[in-house]
């Protein structure tokens, strides 16, 4: 379980690609689940 999702959002990971639309799973203050 999450203590925050956030849904819909545009992510942007670091690596270089292109930003593509997805979700983020937080807990405890960390990024723990990314999916669209």
Do not use: E, Q, R, S
């Not at 992510?11 to 669209?36: E, P, R």
């Amino acid at each position: 379980m999450y203590d925050l999702k956030i849904c819909n959002g545009k992510i942007i990971d670091g690596t270089g690609t292109d930003a593509f639309n997805g979700d983020l799973g937080i807990k405890d203050g960390k990024v723990i689940a990314i999916g669209d």
